[in-house]
């Protein structure tokens, strides 16, 4: 990308198919819409100075494999708010293979289709934002903490490898899609004595709901009256509130 260039235009490289990777250099701070749309690039570096991503950018790059981004996590997860991707790719921050994430940020799709991304923790947020995880094939592992009050629409939307999920006391509602087509989920815990407000399709489409006994079975009662269409799923933990074996 020449020197000069601060500002990569709308549409400027869509369908480019002898584009096969991209460096953008220190000046550039914004990459327009379709900017690199439908182009066969495997690698993207965009430097700490790009400040706005539009949407669709990279979308349909499907040969796409790895992104390197030079600044920060808090600024990746505000920089990428948006549907710019659409493929699975690696994702490097600071030259580091992101596995692991500890969320800073509300923002919405920020981890969307990143492939490389095994676990994450929900750290000091009191929402995880729209498909802030989306189609993450790798995702396994996820931490969501207590004072976490909301799911947003398609949150973990196909995210196949998780197994189980806890959710804390302090949940409130969980979005459309949140959950749905994690079709290797076995066991979905939901710790609030009242049930969350679900959406369309909130919950994953198999497994069992675990939700906190009480001794005369109030809580079961009101989830499966909420949550009417998942009623025979849904089941007491023990007493110590742990999954019965």
């Known amino acids: 990308m020449p020197q000069n260039i601060t500002s990569v235009k709308r549409g400027v490289f869509i ?15 914004s990459i327009g819409e379709n900017a690199f749309r439908n182009t066969h690039i495997t690698s993207v570096n965009i430097p700490s100075s790009v400040t706005s991503i539009a949407a669709y950018a990279f ?35 600071s030259n ?51 004072g976490v009050t909301t799911i947003k629409d398609s949150a973990f939307y196909e995210c196949n490898a998780i197994t189980q999920v806890i959710l804390p006391s302090t949940i409130t509602s969980i979005g459309m899609r949140a959950f749905d087509r994690c079709y290797n989920m076995q066991e979905f815990v939901s710790l609030p004595t009242t049930p969350p407000t679900l959406s369309i399709l909130s919950m994953p489409n198999s497994g069992k709901i675990y ?25 007491e933990l023990d007493e110590n509130g742990n999954i019965p074996e």
């Open 15 to 29: 369908g480019g198919t002898c584009i096969t990777s991209v460096t953008f250099h220190n000046n550039v701070t």
């Open 59 to 93: 979308l349909d790059c499907s040969n796409l494999a790895d992104v390197y981004y030079s600044g920060t996590q808090s600024d990746w997860e505000t920089l990428i708010n948006k549907y710019i991707f659409n493929n699975h790719y690696s994702l490097y921050l």
């Open 96 to 146: 580091q293979l992101v596995t692991s994430v500890t969320l800073s940020q509300t923002t919405s799709c920020s981890y969307m289709y990143v492939n490389s991304i095994t676990s994450m923790d929900s750290g000091s947020v009191l929402e995880i934002g729209n498909s802030k995880f989306e189609s993450c094939s790798n995702l396994s592992n996820i931490i969501i903490r207590e």
């Open 211 to 235: 939700v906190p006994y009480s001794a005369d079975h109030s809580v079961l009662a009101a989830y499966q009256s909420s949550w009417s269409n998942l009623a025979s799923r849904i089941f």
